[in-house]
Nanobody, 119 residues
Framework: QVQLVESGGGLAQPGDSLRLSCAAS????????VGWFRHIKGRDREFLAA????????SYVVGVKDRFIVSRDTTKNTAYLQMNDLKPEDTATYLC????????????WGQGTQVTVSS
């Protein structure tokens, strides 16, 4: 299994940028896709973006495509979510997850990192 730890969250003002990190350990050779999600209180968890580990091919939901950039550094076993032009509605707990080779599901999850956007 893969263990994940997110970091990089915090308090930001509208218009600011933050870069979240998702550090993977364990069976990292099995990573196929890393996904980024967020959970806003009172709402269902929302998928934001994903990146194929080997090729680096990204995918995004339409709502964040112009502001968020997903990337990975396989030498550091770390994925990133660059978030630009933050808005108060981006306030949420951000989580990363891994789908391993041969699986269609995100089976390993981190604990999340809180992002609060407020003036």
């Amino acid at each position: 299994q893969v263990q994940l730890v997110e970091s990089g969250g915090g308090l930001a003002q509208p218009g600011d940028s933050l870069r979240l990190s998702c550090a993977a350990s364990g069976h990292t050779d099995n990573i196929y896709t890393v996904g980024w999600f967020r959970h806003i209180k009172g709402r269902d968890r929302e998928f934001l973006a994903a990146i194929t580990w080997e090729s680096g091919k990204p995918s995004y939901v339409v709502g964040v495509k112009d502001r968020f950039i997903v990337s990975r550094d396989t030498t550091k076993n770390t994925a990133y979510l660059q978030m630009n032009d933050l808005k108060p509605e981006d306030t949420a707990t951000y989580l990363c997850a891994v789908a391993e080779s041969g699986s269609d599901d995100f089976g390993s999850w981190g604990q999340g990192t809180q992002v609060t956007v407020s003036s």
